[in-house]
């Protein structure tokens, strides 16, 4: 069992930047890939980012690409997301995920991110 809790959010104006943290406990963290999904008021939730394992393989939606920055400490059971240069549109509740295998198996309840223009 993994318990993931965010934090973090807040409002920021536009080009400005965040880093989003999540705590998991449980003893398999550093097994697990770690992930940044975010939704927006009448949006579905949709993938930012994810991590594996080793930390040395990061993927990343291309909306975000170039700006956003995944990281994990395994000895800290956190995982991390810079958001640098925040656009309008990257507003929204951004969740915490665990994957132990082919699907997400844990959520955390989410932060939220208003970004003003």
């Known amino acids: 069992q993994v318990q993931l809790v965010e934090s973090g959010g807040e409002l920021v104006q536009a080009g400005g930047s965040l880093r989003l943290s999540c705590a998991a406990s449980?003893?398999?963290?550093?097994?697990?890939?770690m992930g940044w999904f975010r939704q927006a008021p009448g949006k579905e939730r949709e993938f930012v980012a994810q991590?594996?394992?080793?930390?040395?393989?990061?993927y990343y939606a291309d909306s975000v690409k170039g700006r956003f920055t995944i990281s994990r400490d395994n000895a800290k059971n956190t995982v991390y997301l810079q958001m640098n240069s925040l656009k309008p549109e990257d507003t929204a509740i951004y969740y915490c995920a665990a994957s132990s295998g082919a699907t997400w198996n844990y959520w955390g309840q989410g932060t939220q991110v208003t970004v003003s223009s």
């Open positions: 449980g003893r398999t963290f550093s097994a697990n890939t």
């Open positions: 991590i594996w394992r080793s930390a040395s393989n990061t």
